[in-house]
């Protein structure tokens, strides 16, 4: 169950992150030619630019773990035994898991003190952008917590 629940959250954040990945190159293409051609800047443009980057690095950060192509040195873990890649591998996610709830607690403490700023150029509440941290937090565990439910299972089938 909560496997499929990590796949659909991963499914629907990659197309998230194909459609923002494309606003942002066209907004900034889009600032360039006003810029240089126009002689226009849109002053809103790189505040946004900014805001989607934030997105951009949060949500992709959920799905380079998704996807465990996040970077890491293996060298070590390669030449371990099998019972302490299991071992490392469930203190690795426990680690994680605690991290992620940091990031869910601190990241609504901050979305919470900033919830009265508003951004210069596009007047938009600032909680709304920070919100990503303790959001990313969620999706994070929710796949962290299926890789540590996996791992059990991967035991009692080899058992």
């Not at 606003?23 to 889009?30: D, E, I, Q, W």
């Not at 030619?33 to 959920?62: D, K, M, P, Q």
């Not at 600032?126 to 439910?149: D, E, N, Q, R, Y």
């Amino acid at each position: 169950m909560i496997k499929k629940i990590s796949y659909n959250i991963n499914q629907c954040i990659e197309y998230l992150l194909f459609g923002l990945g494309f606003t942002m190159a066209l907004l900034v293409a889009v600032q360039v030619f006003c810029r240089y051609v126009l002689n226009h800047s849109l002053f809103w443009s790189e505040e946004l630019a900014r805001f989607i980057l934030v997105w951009l690095t949060f949500l992709g950060a959920s799905c380079a773990y998704y996807r465990k192509v996040n970077p890491g040195v293996d060298f070590l873990y390669a030449r371990l035994s099998p019972f302490l890649k299991k071992t490392s591998s469930i203190l690795t996610y426990l680690a994680s898991m605690f991290l992620f709830i940091v990031m869910i607690i601190y990241g609504c403490e901050f979305a919470w003190f900033v919830r009265l700023q508003i951004s210069p150029a596009l007047q938009m509440p600032k909680w709304i952008v920070m919100s990503i941290i303790p959001v990313s937090g969620v999706i994070l565990m929710v796949h962290a917590t299926t890789f540590f439910l996996d791992e059990f299972k991967r035991d009692a089938h080899d058992n």
